[in-house]
């Protein structure tokens, strides 16, 4: 074989790791990564929000936190997975409406979870008259965390791969069309989603007056993570039901449009509503 794909040999081959999806096998029950990823995520996740909350002018106690955790678990499985279903395979769960409830078959949308989570944080600021926008800046400090562990997941269960390589990195992924090495696209998102987002939004939490600025830490987090979805969608393979679309983007850089639209605004009208939100203590 020659051109591009030329060093196939030395190629990392995904076997050889020695990594399953599996993570305990009881026989009766198996635990799998991904499931442990979530469930790690929203734990190490409330714990870090506890945290947040020490730092002085925290928007809500740790009795809301507590409450939140409940809320925001269920729009991360529902918001992702009706999302997952919606846009990236309709057809396929119109034909097995049974294989909706399969979440550990894996398929969830983070942009679905972040609708999900958005929405419970509303209703939850709204049942205990706190401000929801600041509550997202807080929650949004938190993510990176879930979403780095996530990553992590993809990549030991060998999905989500990304598109042929000739880098010396090249994974072989066993299922992956072709045999072909590929770019380990999951473990680009791990350090841009997970390891760079956080490092970002816990400098500007603590180093900064980002906090007192509504929208402020939300909008660093949607511009953030959309430009680093958009830019390793190029890395990842599109989704074999939907390919590239007609418009030249793939879904997941469709879907982070709005995201990275939001993320501005809200960063270039956060020191306006710190401003009013000043005025009107002053006022009071």
């Given at each position: 074989?020659?051109?591009?794909?030329?060093?196939?040999?030395?190629?990392?081959?995904?076997?050889?790791?020695?990594?399953?999806p599996?993570?305990?096998?009881?026989?009766f029950?198996?635990?799998?990564?991904?499931?442990?990823?979530?469930?790690?995520?929203?734990?190490?996740?409330?714990?870090?929000?506890?945290?947040?909350?020490q730092?002085?002018?925290?928007?809500?106690?740790?009795?809301?936190?507590?409450?939140?955790?409940?809320w925001?678990?269920?729009?991360?499985?529902?918001?992702?997975?009706?999302?997952y279903?919606?846009?990236?395979?309709p057809?396929?769960?119109?034909?097995?409406?049974?294989?909706?409830?399969?979440?550990?078959e894996?398929?969830m949308?983070?942009?679905?979870?972040?609708?999900?989570?958005?929405?419970?944080?509303i209703?939850?600021?709204r049942?205990?008259?706190?401000?929801?926008?600041?509550?997202?800046?807080?929650?949004?400090?938190?993510?990176?965390?879930?979403?780095?562990?996530?990553?992590?997941?993809?990549?030991?269960?060998g999905?989500?791969?990304?598109?042929?390589?000739?880098?010396?990195?090249?994974?072989?992924?066993?299922?992956?069309?072709?045999?072909?090495?590929?770019?380990?696209?999951?473990?680009?998102?791990?350090?841009l989603?997970?390891v760079?987002?956080?490092?970002?939004?816990?400098?500007?939490?603590y180093?900064?007056?980002?906090r007192?600025?509504?929208?402020?830490?939300?909008?660093?987090?949607?511009?953030?993570?959309?430009?680093?979805?958009?830019?390793?969608?190029f890395?990842?393979?599109?989704?074999?039901?939907?390919?590239?679309?007609?418009?030249?983007?793939?879904?997941?850089?469709t879907?982070?449009?709005?995201?990275?639209a939001?993320?501005?605004?809200?960063?270039?009208?956060?020191?306006?509503?710190?401003?009013?939100?000043?005025?009107?203590?002053?006022?009071?």
């Amino acid at each position: 074989m020659s051109g591009l794909f030329a060093d196939v040999a030395t190629a990392i081959d995904f076997t050889s790791l020695g990594l399953s999806p599996i993570a305990l096998d009881l026989g009766f029950l198996q635990l799998r990564w991904y499931s442990l990823a979530y469930i790690a995520g929203i734990l190490v996740g409330w714990w870090y929000l506890l945290r947040l909350l020490q730092a002085p002018g925290a928007p809500m106690a740790r009795r809301h936190a507590d409450d939140l955790v409940t809320w925001a678990t269920l729009g991360i499985i529902l918001g992702g997975r009706l999302a997952y279903v919606l846009f990236y395979d309709p057809a396929r769960f119109l034909q097995h409406p049974g294989d909706i409830v399969k979440l550990w078959e894996g398929g969830m949308s983070f942009h679905g979870g972040v609708i999900g989570v958005s929405l419970a944080i509303i209703l939850m600021a709204r049942r205990h008259k706190l401000d929801w926008l600041r509550i997202h800046d807080y929650v949004a400090c938190v993510v990176p965390i879930g979403l780095g562990l996530g990553r992590l997941a993809n990549f030991v269960n060998g999905e989500l791969w990304g598109r042929p390589t000739d880098a010396s990195w090249g994974v072989i992924f066993p299922g992956a069309p072709g045999d072909l090495p590929r770019h380990p696209s999951q473990l680009y998102e791990f350090v841009l989603e997970g390891v760079v987002l956080f490092v970002v939004l816990w400098f500007l939490f603590y180093k900064t007056d980002a906090r007192r600025k509504p929208g402020m830490l939300v909008g660093t987090f949607l511009l953030g993570y959309g430009l680093a979805r958009f830019f390793v969608e190029f890395f990842r393979e599109p989704d074999i039901q939907l390919g590239t679309l007609s418009w030249g983007l793939t879904m997941g850089q469709t879907l982070t449009l709005p995201m990275i639209a939001g993320g501005i605004y809200l960063i270039a009208t956060a020191g306006r509503r710190a401003s009013g939100k000043r005025a009107g203590l002053r006022a009071g």
